[in-house]
């Protein structure tokens, strides 16, 4: 294993030990939002209120010294409250600009559905290419900026549907369910002391492990993990396949190819290989697809996912050797 994923798969380890102090068990989606910050790309995180999905972007915030901002979604909110506007100086008889809190690393957008698709798309620009327009000016982000949205699965009432453009731009849709019966009993033990997750957060028992100079080592890093020709055709034969099923009134485009390939290498990474297997690619596919597809109303009445969908292409389309 070459000296570039060797440093990966150390600075991975150190991450998830000092996550794991905050986050009891959800080793997945720990490893998964990792993927999307080590591939500088999106994700949009779904689950039931109370499942520690601030937390966990909290926490990842404060593991990778990194800053962090959360924006609560609602029906009122205005896209200048994202992006920030330029407020007039009475003292120095000029406008200044007043940043909004978009201008961060890490942004939780929490019930990112809670607002109309004209404030959610305050986003778009931001998110594809890291920076925001202000009075024809535009502005960089930090180079690490990544959107964690958030979004309630059974609730429905007073929300928007996310846009497809801007459901497309996040790499993975994470699914965070309720911890098991030994997580449930450490969390409910340690909130009767003195170290519940909140607390450790607060006090400082998590240390940054990475740094800014650090994490871009770790994304360049990822680099140096292979991808067989053989490889990539499977990843764009899969990506085709969801335009071709019957189920699917609307398919992945090619931004789900590239998502599936990069998120695949930093499955690897994760395993501490330095090179994909067809298994990188299965672990990551429905996460990457699953979000972008659009079945036709008559399947869904049936009951059909998108998840079975994706699951059927994956057994039709031989693995390569």
């Given amino acids: ?74 029906p009122d909110l205005m896209p200048a409250d994202i992006t920030g506007t330029n407020v007039f100086n009475l003292q120095r008889h000029e406008f200044t600009l007043v940043r909004g ?12 559905n809670r607002a109309p698709a004209k404030t959610q798309s305050a986003l778009l620009q ?39 453009a801007q459901k497309d731009r996040f790499m993975l849709k994470i699914s965070m369910t309720a911890p098991n019966r ?16 909140e607390a450790a957060l607060a006090n400082g028992a998590v240390r940054p492990v990475l740094g800014s100079e650090m994490l ?26 969801t335009r071709q099923s019957d189920a ?15 998120a695949s290498r930093a499955q690897a990474a994760i395993a501490g290989r330095d090179f994909v297997t067809p298994d990188d690619i299965r672990a990551m596919a429905v996460a990457v697809l699953e979000h972008r597809l659009i079945l036709r109303p008559e399947y869904e009445i049936e009951g059909l996912t998108a998840v079975e969908v994706i699951h059927k292409i994956l057994q039709d389309i031989a693995v390569p050797r």
């Fill in 126 to 164: 931001a998110m594809q290419e890291r920076q925001v327009t202000i009075d024809r000016v535009s502005y960089p982000l930090p180079p690490h900026f990544t959107v964690f949205a958030t979004q309630n699965p059974i609730e429905y009432e007073g929300t928007y549907p996310l846009p497809e």
């Fill in 1 to 74: 294993m070459n000296t570039s994923v060797d440093y990966l798969k150390e600075a991975l380890v150190l991450a998830k030990q000092e996550i794991a102090k905050v986050i009891i068990g959800q080793t997945e989606v720990v490893e998964k939002t990792l993927i999307v910050i080590f591939t500088r790309q999106h994700a949009l995180i779904e689950g039931v209120p109370g499942i520690a999905k601030t937390l966990l972007v909290r926490t990842l915030a404060q593991v990778l010294g990194c800053e962090f901002g959360r924006i609560q979604f609602t």
């Fill in 216 to 241: 871009m080592d770790v994304q360049r890093g990822l680099g140096a993990i292979g991808v067989r020709d053989e490889l990539v055709g499977y990843v764009v034969e899969i990506v085709r396949a």
């Fill in 248 to 262: 699917v009134l609307v398919g992945a485009g090619p931004r789900a190819t590239q998502s599936l390939l990069l």
């Fill in 182 to 197: 030994d997580e449930e009993q450490e969390l409910a033990r340690r909130m009767l002391g003195e170290d519940s997750p």
């Fill in 101 to 112: 809190p978009v201008f961060t690393s890490f942004l939780l957008a929490d019930e990112i």
